[in-house]
C-alpha cells in the first residue's frame, strides 16, 4: 500500500500513482537489513519508492541486546509510520520517566536514591553519597513534547519493520561488495558476492561498520585488513565493552531507569529492559582483540564462568551493588565486543555521496554508545533520506546533496559528544572527593567534584536539549493530536477504570507489594496520552486510571489525559484516596486484585543460597 505524504502537489500525487500502475516508481537498493535500512525501507515504501532489501545473512535470526530509543528517535519513527510507532509503544519500557544518571562507583550502597546536592557527606560518612549527577531526559523531552526515552528489543523492532517492507522486495544471502554508477543512463549497478547483479535508481549503503559500501566509495576496495579498515575511517576506541543481562529483584526497580557507576578508569552502567530484566555493560580500556567473551553479533560463542569472576575482579573494591549484579548473572549471557568508531571531522568533511549512491546510520558515522544515539541518528537519517528523495521530482543528485548537507552538522556533532564521553569519563572523572575517606584523591577527583554543579545545572540539560532538539514537530504536534481527539472517545468506550495512586506515590510502595514486580511495574508506567500524541507519565489530575485487567497486559492502556480526570464508575474499581490517606489502603487492595487470579506474567529467578540479595548489602 502506498502511502501519500501530506502537502504533496497534484503533480507530485499522480507521478506516484502512475508509477506505481505501470511499475515506474524509482527504484531504490539498500545494502544493510538492520534498524536503518529496514527504517528507510518503510520510509521509502510509504513515499511510492519500490524498495528491494540485501541482507548479507540467510535469516533475520533473534540476535542483539535491547535498543535505546531517544525521544529524538521515536518522534521521527512517529512521522515515519503511525502504525509502526504504535507496535513499539506496545512493547516498551520507558526508562525517561524515572531517575538516570550517574553514580558513584565506589561508595554506593544498597541501591539508595538519595538526593544529588546533599552536602552534608563531605563531613557526615553517615550520609549517603549515592548519586553524583541526574540526567533531565524527562523535562527535555517535555520542553519539545515529545515520547519519553525507553527501550526495545533489537529483534522485536527489527520484526516490526520488517513487517512493513513488501516481503518479495527482501534479498537474503546478498552481500554488496561492489557498485557502478551509470554516468550515461542514470541509476547505479549493485554487484554481490555470489555474482549476480542488480540495478537501481538509488543504492543506500546502510551496511554497518564494516561497510562494503563506504569502503568503495572512499577507497575503491575493500581487502578485509586492519589497514584497509583503519583507512576507511573506523578507529579502534581504546574500549571493550562487557555485556550481559540478568532478572533482578532490586530496590530501586520503580525509581530508577538506567544509572552509570563511575569509577577510577572504568566505568559501569546498568539499565532497566523490561519484564523484570537488566542489561548491565561495563567499559574497559584494553588492547583490541583481548578476548574473554564472544560476541553473538559476528556469530561467536558468548561467555564462561570465567568472564564474570574477571569483570569482578576489574571492580575489586568498587560498590557492592555491581557485585550483586555481576553474580546474579548467567555467564553464558555475557558478550564482549571492541569498540569502534570514526572520527568526527571525518563525519564532517567525508562525502556520503558517490553519484547514486548514497550512505546512512553507522555506514557512515558510528558512534560510541555512551549517548545512547546510534540507533537514533540512523532513524533520522532514514527519515531525512526518504523525505529528500520523495521531495526530488526526479532530481536524485539534488535530492542526495539535500540530505548529506542537512545530517552531516548534526551526525558529526553527536558522533563527538558520543566520544567525549567516553574520553571524559575514562581519562578526566573519577571517584568524587570527600573528607571522610581516602576515596577519591586524585587530581581528577578534585575536578569531578569542582564539575559537578555545572554538569547538574547547565552541561547535561544543554546536552540533551540539543539531541531532543531535533523532531519532525509539524507532523507529531498537529497530527499526533488530530490522533489523540480522535480516538479519545473509543477508548473511554472500550477501557474499564480504577483508580491508582499518582506516580510518586507508586514509588514508595511497601515491600508487601513487591512480589507483584512485573505486574505493578507496567502499573507504575502506565502510559498517558496527552491530545498532543506524546507519551505522558505526569498526569495533571489527581490520580492515574488503569483497570484491573489492564493490569495484567503488557503494555498497559495508552489514555488521553482528559480521561485521566473523569470520574468513571466501571465494576472492579478500586477507589484510592488521597495521597494523605493511609498506603496501606492500596497495598491490601491492589493485592487482593491479584489473590484469585492466575498471573500470565514472568517471575523472577529465586535467588540461590550463595547469591547475595539486595537486602544484605
Sequence with gaps: ????????????????????????????????????????????????????????????????????????????????????????????????????????????????????????????????????????????????????????????????????????????NKTVTSYRNDAGNGGVEVCFADGSRDRCDVLIGADGIWSGVRAQMYYGSDDGSAEAKKKRGCDYSGYTVFAGEAVLDLPDYYQVGYNVYLGPRRYFVKSDVGDGRVQWYAFCGMEPGTKFAGNAWEGEETGSSDVVDYILSLHEGWTPEIEFILRNTDPSTVEQRDLYDRNPLGVLFRPWVDGSVVLLGDAVHPMMPNLGQGGCQAIEDAYELAVALGNSDGDIATALGAYQSKRKPRAAAVTFLSRLASDLIIHAFDTPWSWVDDKGTSWQSYLTTVWKPLLQLVIFPAQFLFLYSYSPTEIWVEVGRSIGAARGTRRQQDLGFAKVADPDLLRSVHQDIRRLEIAMRDATRVHVRDGGGHVNQNVRGKFLVVSRENLLKRPPPKLHHEQSRREVDQPNDVRVPERRQRLGFFASAAMALYRDKPRSVQRLEPHSPERPRPEDL
Excluded at 24 to 40: D, R, W
Excluded at 83 to 103: D, L, N, S, Y
Excluded at 133 to 162: H, N, S, W
Aim: net charge neutral; glycine share 12%.
Design 1 to 172: 500500500m502506498i502511502s501519500l505524504k501530506e502537502g504533496r502537489s497534484e503533480v507530485q500525487v499522480l507521478l506516484l500513482v502512475l508509477g506505481a500502475v505501470f511499475g515506474l516508481s524509482p527504484k531504490v537498493g539498500i545494502a544493510g537489513g538492520g534498524v536503518g535500512g529496514l527504517t528507510a525501507a518503510v520510509a521509502l515504501q510509504k513515499r511510492g519508492f519500490e524498495v528491494s532489501v540485501y541482507e548479507k545473512t540467510g535469516k533475520f535470526a533473534r540476535f542483539g541486546g535491547p535498543i535505546q530509543l531517544a525521544s529524538n528517535a521515536l518522534s521521527t519513527l512517529k512521522a515515519i509510520d503511525e502504525e509502526v510507532f504504535e507496535e513499539v509503544m506496545a512493547q516498551f519500557t520507558f526508562t525517561g520517566t524515572r531517575r538516570c544518571g550517574i553514580k558513584d562507583g565506589l561508595r554506593s550502597r544498597g541501591f539508595k536514591t538519595s538526593g544529588v546536592f546533599e552536602t552534608s557527606y563531605f563531613w557526615d560518612e553517615e550520609t549517603p553519597h549515592d548519586w553524583y549527577v541526574t540526567f533531565p531526559l524527562k523535562e527535555c523531552a517535555d520542553a519539545f513534547e515529545l515520547p519519553y526515552t525507553g527501550v526495545v528489543d533489537r529483534p522485536v523492532l527489527q520484526q516490526i519493520l520488517l513487517k512493513r517492507v513488501v516481503e518479495a522486495n527482501v534479498f537474503q
